[in-house]
Structures are given as structure tokens and as C-alpha cells.
């Protein structure tokens, strides 16, 4: 007998009873396949930097962005986090103000003197729109998947 899932409620449901099972290998199938769906993601946010950013910066920036995914439950709420984040040589990028279209960088390398540039705007939040139906898409599954063997039993 299929289960469905729908709504945090009841998702929050069946990591009970993952838990009173014992069966900690579904709640670790249930994570990869959130990993799985937000794949996609990165690539996208990747393919999107030369865009937005200048010629010179779009290289540096791509090699630096990493992508974490993570996936937590709480009493009535069941969250999955995407993160994006670059290192520096020396510090943090600070990657929400580029999206926001701010690149602050030293004039022409003097770390004395630092200027603001305005970039094209939302080079994560274009990808994360354009791709969002699917993900949650994706996750539905996985939580059907999940459901449908507890329900097996």
C-alpha cells in the first residue's frame, strides 16, 4: 500500500518512525537522494558566473564556489539547505553581494584602496528559479521512495 507524503507534518512522521525503527538506512537514502536532486544546481550556478561576472573574476570566482546540501528535521519542520560559498586567498567571498550585483575589489591590486562595482544581478538566484520546480520535484520522489518502504514494512 503506497504512502503519500505531502507537507511537513507529515514528513516529520516518517523520520519518527524512522527513528523507533531503528532503520537508519533509509534516513541516510532519504538525505543522498536530497543531495542527488540539488545536483544539478551547482553546474548551473557555475555556468551562469562568466555572465555576470567580469572576464577577469569569472575564473577565479568559479574555481572557488562550493556547493553544500543539508538536510534537517525538526519538530514540525523539515528543512534542506543549499549553500553557496567561495574561499579566498585570504577570506571568505562574500557571494550574497554578488548575487546582489556588488563586486568590492582592491583598485588595481592596492589593498589600500577598495571600490565597489556594480555586476549583473541574481547569478545564484537565476539558476536556483529556473531550476527550483524540478528540484522540489526530485525531493517529492525521494520522500515517496522513503514512504513507500516504510510501508513495506
Known amino acids: 500500500m503506497p504512502v503519500r507524503v505531502t507537507g511537513s507534518a507529515q514528513l516529520h512522521k516518517v523520520m519518527q518512525v524512522l527513528k ?30 562568466p555572465k555576470a561576472m567580469p572576464s577577469g573574476y569569472a575564473p577565479v570566482l568559479s574555481r572557488s564556489l562550493q556547493f553544500k546540501t543539508q538536510a534537517r528535521a525538526f519538530k514540525h519542520v523539515a528543512r534542506v539547505t543549499w549553500r553557496v560559498y567561495g574561499d579566498g586567498q585570504q577570506e571568505r567571498r ?12 582592491p583598485l588595481y591590486g592596492n589593498r589600500q584602496w577598495w571600490i565597489d562595482q556594480k555586476v549583473r544581478k541574481g547569478f545564484v538566484d537565476r539558476p536556483l528559479d529556473r531550476l527550483g520546480v524540478d528540484v522540489r520535484r526530485e525531493m517529492n520522489k525521494v520522500i515517496d521512495q522513503v514512504a513507500d518502504k516504510i510501508a513495506r514494512g
Do not use: C, I, W
Not at 23 to 46: I, W, Y
Open 20 to 49: 523507533e525503527t531503528g532503520n537508519k538506512g533509509l534516513g541516510k537514502g532519504m538525505a543522498a537522494g536530497f543531495r542527488m536532486a540539488t545536483a544539478p544546481l551547482g553546474p548551473a550556478v557555475s555556468a551562469e558566473v
Open 94 to 105: 562574500d557571494v550574497p553581494a554578488l548575487n546582489r550585483g556588488l563586486l568590492r575589489h
